[in-house]
């Protein structure tokens, strides 16, 4: 059994008892990206970014995910979310890499 398989109830149980902790979220999503549960994995970022909407982290975290396993309708939201990231964190060196990793992906080159 992989680790990420054993780690998957720990997180849901965490969620579970606390479901208004946002990292508590993200780190269940990163779980279930591991776990190839991408539908699951889309859901507690979402959750994440909901409960901390200023969260610069659960934020280019969402939009790291969409830039790597999201269509090609999740790159406005990928755009959208990342920007947002970013207004909030200058510095948010992760939001700056995935928002070049969309740029890139699409032909552009700043943002």
């Known amino acids: 059994m992989a680790q990420s398989d054993q780690a998957e109830p720990a997180f849901t149980r965490a969620t579970n008892l606390a479901p208004n902790v946002a990292l508590y979220w993200l780190d269940l999503g990163d779980c279930l990206v591991a776990n190839a549960e991408l539908g699951g994995a889309r859901s507690a970022y979402v959750r994440a970014c ?18 790597t ?7 406005q939201t990928a755009q959208t979310v990342l920007r947002k990231a970013i207004s909030i964190d200058k510095d948010d ?4 890499y995935q928002m070049g990793r969309l ?3 699409e032909g552009a080159t700043s943002p």
């Open 93 to 96: 060196d992760y939001a700056w």
């Open 50 to 67: 909901t409960l901390s909407p200023g969260d610069s982290d659960a934020l280019s975290r969402y939009g790291g995910f969409l830039v």
């Open 103 to 105: 740029l890139l992906s």
């Open 69 to 75: 396993y999201g269509s090609a309708a999740d790159r």
